[in-house]
């Protein structure tokens, strides 16, 4: 698995997301997501959103994915 794959996948399955996705050992990666589909949702709703998008890959391909979730607001300031 590699960062761009994951970018690729977040953002077809969270329309009008932008993902920015790092990681250097195949496995272990961190992720900023901002979407306007995060608004009013709390952390770990929109975790689940964007492990959603992910499916079986995590606990997979995709040992660990450290999560930073916004709204486009909230990357703004």
């Not at 698995?1 to 250097?24: F, H, T, Y």
């Amino acid at each position: 698995m590699n960062p761009d794959i994951i970018r690729d996948l977040i953002e077809q399955g969270l329309p009008g997301a932008r993902a920015e996705v790092a990681g250097d050992d195949g496995v272990h990666f961190e992720a900023t997501v901002i979407c306007e589909a995060f608004r009013g949702k709390l952390p770990v709703a929109r975790h689940r959103m964007v492990y959603a998008t992910l499916g079986e890959r995590m606990g997979g391909e995709i040992h660990a994915l450290a999560l930073r979730t916004l709204t486009p607001d909230e990357a703004a300031g």
